[in-house]
């Protein structure tokens, strides 16, 4: 239980990291944008574990409770190899070449979200865990502690209202 919980947070962190690198990074929005519109990425953890759906339509990402079509679906075969994957103990391409996951859809737009999601793990975790798990080193174009604080409280500038207990 505490393993489905941790994983379902996991995946809407990721979610969460993509629409902010959406609006702040010019190579993310480029990727995203040279998808199909709509498009629709699902990832699931089997054999009941959690799942998560992005959206992307033109100019616009949100994450979504359901959908009727699924563009790219990306189920990872148990718990434990997609806690590996999602938190940087393992690359999402080692894990596809272990056979640890399945992609359902075309190939193309796969390795589009793999390099979507490369990139946002450089954002998320410090350099020596990218380094052990292979990721290459990019140019940031955005600060990572903004990022954390999207993903916190969901504004990365803090408002006059706000006081050290809201923190």
């Known amino acids: 239980m505490k393993k ?3 994983a379902n947070v996991i995946l809407k962190l990721l979610l969460k990291s993509t629409i902010y690198a959406f609006d702040k990074d010019s190579e993310v929005k480029d990727e995203l944008n040279s998808l ?7 990832i699931n ?18 994450i979504v409770k359901a959908s009727d079509r699924i563009s790219l679906l990306v189920e990872f075969k148990n718990i434990k190899n997609a ?31 793999v390099r979507i999601i490369n990139k946002i793990e450089c954002y998320l975790f410090p350099r ?5 798990i292979n990721l290459p080193k990019i140019k940031k ?6 990022l954390y604080l999207f993903l916190l409280f969901g504004k990365t500038k803090r408002s006059k209202e706000w006081t050290i207990l809201n923190l």
């Open 83 to 113: 806690k590996k994957a999602l938190l940087g103990k393992e690359s999402l391409s080692k894990s596809f070449a272990r056979h640890n996951l399945l992609v359902k859809g075309d190939i193309s737009n796969a390795m589009a979200i």
């Open 36 to 42: 199909p519109k709509p498009f629709v990425l699902k």
């Open 141 to 146: 174009q955005f600060c990572s502690l903004k």
């Open 45 to 62: 953890i089997l054999p009941f574990g959690p799942s998560a759906l992005l959206k992307i339509e033109s100019n616009k990402v949100e």
């Open 4 to 6: 489905c919980v941790l």
């Open 128 to 132: 020596f865990i990218t380094k052990k």
